[in-house]
């Protein structure tokens, strides 16, 4: 809330043209040590993660697939990536499956930011940069993993965020921005929980055997602050 | 700045206009006079330019043949009256445009506009007595986008003004104004691609790498 305020009162100051404040996230947990030993690693397919926005399907995204798959690769859990519609592990080899899904919540807040803009220029732009404007953004992640043997399990993450911005800081890269940070948060929750059942994953089900062990650092980001004020002149980017 | 769509898309006249497009233009048109009232005995006309900035407030709003989108902006307002005596007119209007979306290429607009205008045809006809006046602008007209971020406009627009019971007379001046022009678009401070889902790299840095690697 302090940081929401801070952020609010630099955008009144003139000198912050967009904040993002995320909203839903995921528990922070603390980084745990996973020792994993690579022969009990099996191949990991991401099937095509099918998109919609407000219900309304949307079609895929390779980035975020990519993404995706990125973001489980890093995990170094499963011996091989692959993904759904380029190579494919081979049918007699145990591996696992993953099913994505992901819904996108937008709210623009259209009519209040015409009725804004309205004002704005009204104002002959003098309340430009004491007016800001609203963006919000929600994603859930529904993750079916399936298991060699036909052993599912389910997970469910989502998060929400809003962009506030004035508006000459209005711009395509502060909604990329927010999409982006709830996005990442949203993955983040789901990579937690997978994580925990890593050993569900493994060829016997156990973590702890020899010969050939890599060690493997799996963490979730801490979120340092609700707000994240940004600076006007320089161009938009992620943290 | 950044160009909205990459070269490779430089033929396709689809425009991608999202919040934060930014505009710029010029209109001009022949201003001619529009006498509604007994009171109206000035036949104004003349050439009028109106170079033009507007921002995308939206997305688009609504779906079928009325979804669109909110852009604001300002114009300065150039007018020429050369009659019934050479004269010259300039304003600053802040405007409110909605652009229907439900066509790529040809995208018929509304506007409205208003602000400050000064002329000297003021205090030499009539219906007004000071050169200070406030304009108000309506105005309707098509985009048709020749490529993905220029587009040619013809509109027409109906103008009135008046000094606001400032001074007597003030009965206004209104006046019909058909015009043309071209607009391009642009973003401002695009650090590149803008059609990725998101912002995040393909490895998350909340995921640290093997440490034994």
Redesign the interface.
Known sequence: MTRALTGFIALLAGDCSHWIELTDQPTPLL?SQTTVASDLRVPLLLETVP?TQNGAPLGV?P??E??VL??F????LFSQYFQSGHAQPAPSQAYVTLRLSMNNR?G?H??E??CR??V???S??LLAPVIS?D?DYGAEMALEVERWDGQVKQYTASSSGSAHYS??G????????L???V??AC??SL?EQFVRDHTFYLADGSSQSEPT?????????RPTADAHPVSTNA????Q | MAILAPPAHAADPTPEI????QEVGLTAGYLLPERLTKHHVTKQQGPAIMPSWM?????P?GDGWYRGQ?L???EVVYIQSQEPVLTHGIG?T???EYTFTADNQIRPYVEFAG?PFWTDLGDKIPEESFEMNFILTAGVGISYFVTSQASMNVGYRFQYFSNAGTSYPNYGINSSLPSGGFSFCF?????GD?T??????????????????
């Open positions: 980084p998109i995204s980035t975020l990519r993404q990125g973001a690769e890093a995990t170094q937008v623009p259209s009519g930011t015409a803009g309205f704005i220029g009204a002959m732009f404007l963006y508006l000459f209005a711009s395509p890269h502060v909604i990329k921005e999409t982006g940070q996005t990442d993955l983040a990579l062990i890599h060690t493997v650092s799996v963490g979730v980001r161009p938009v980017s992620s | 999202t919040v934060g497009t921002i995308t407030l939206t997305d709003i909110v604001i902006g300002a600053f802040p405007k409110i602000g973003l401002v401070g695009a650090p803008t990725t889902l998101t912002t995040v790299d393909t490895c998350p840095h909340w995921l640290h790498r093997p440490l034994g690697r």
